[in-house]
């Protein structure tokens, strides 16, 4: 008899532990993502825990899966519970080709000769970090609003001559930067007004996260109209998979700059205050009326012409031509063409005894002998 009761409590223990729990529970019951973050091209896994039923008693039917999700494997195991109930664990491992949202469809699952079916939660699945690259990002300010360009499928900024810029530019799916710096673009005030510990090289990534991080905000004057790329900004960062990639701001947005309406108003308290680009020559004829001017004469106009405080400002060169050849590149032993003195011209570039110069009438790379700068 004694015997007999102690197998019977074992029993009962036993069965009472393996309880099969009530059908509501097990509606509500969902299989989970194991990790927060899953990736494309690598295994990721799926698990469902049903407390009060043994593992042998559970069997998977396993539903048609969406295009680019494949079933790897699956397993069945006993767990137990920090209360001491068991039950059993279901782990199942699928890989995924595309990023995105992606949801399995319920899986059908036998238990005790009755067929129930598991809601699989929704899923965000990211790149894979070993074939990602970084990606540097802008986000504006001052004017903030992008527009679209439906004829060249770009994104449009709009601002006035002048105006301020302000934008920051940040930084995703890299795990360190190296390197980071930028070059004042042509027609413009440019200033970088904060830097980013993460910019410096300081900080390191070892998890991947989708969050973008800054690396250092701007203000951007343009000082003419047109159309504009953004400014040349070079990042060079390591990539989560540890190769050193370089990266450019984005090539699809570009600023689109026009004259305010009270531009024309205010235009000649400007002059005032900035002088032109391109002062006229007046009382000082380039050409005398009885000869030819000589390289005297071109040298006592540009010590008499004003460089100005606008083009100071903006680090601009001007000097007056004093006549010779001008090639398209900075040698001699290539075609050039012969042009006149008396141009005032702009100098954008100067290598050793060479100088880029631009004017109306012509532009390309003359000996520094054939200038003469104004100061």
Known sequence: ??????????????????????????????VIPRSEIFFTQ??????????????????????????????????????????????????????????????????????????????????????????????????????????????TG????????????????????????????????KNSIFRETKRYEFANGEQKITQFTTESKKLADFEWQI??????????ITISAISYNGIKKQISLPRNIVVSVSKSQNSAIHEQKNNNIFESAFTKIESESVKPRDSDPTRNDYKKLAEKSKRGLFNKLLARKFAIFAGGTVFSVPEEKTNGQNFTGGQKVMITEQAGEWSFIECQEFSGWTKNDNIFEIK
């Not at 998977?60 to 006993?78: A, N, V």
């Not at 699952?109 to 990606?135: C, D, H, M, Q, W």
């Not at 770009?154 to 930028?182: C, D, P």
Request: proline fraction near 7%.
């Open 223 to 232: 000082l003419s109209e047109g159309t504009f790329s953004l400014p040349e």
């Open 1 to 30: 008899m004694k015997r007999f009761l102690i197998f019977l409590a074992l029993y009962l223990v036993s069965f009472s532990s393996f309880a099969l729990p009530p059908g509501r529970v097990l509606k509500e019951l969902k």
């Open 154 to 185: 770009k994104k449009l900024l709009r601002a006035h001559v002048g105006q301020k810029i302000s934008f920051t530019v940040m930084l995703k799916y890299a795990s360190q930067v190296n390197e980071f710096k930028n070059i004042t673009p």
């Open 42 to 151: 690598t295994e990721n896994c799926y698990e469902l825990q049903i407390e009060g039923i043994e593992p042998a008693k559970v069997q998977l039917d396993l539903p048609e899966l969406p295009l680019g999700t494949k079933f790897i494997s699956s397993k069945k195991e006993e767990f137990i519970t920090e209360n001491g109930k068991r039950g059993t664990q279901i782990s199942l491992w699928f890989t995924f080709s595309e990023s995105g949202n992606t949801r399995i469809p319920p899986l059908g699952t036998i238990i005790n000769g009755r067929k129930y079916f598991f809601e699989f939660e929704k899923t965000y699945v990211y790149e894979n970090p070993a074939l990602l690259s970084p990606i540097a990002e802008v986000i504006f300010q001052n004017p903030s609003t992008l527009e679209n360009d439906k004829k």
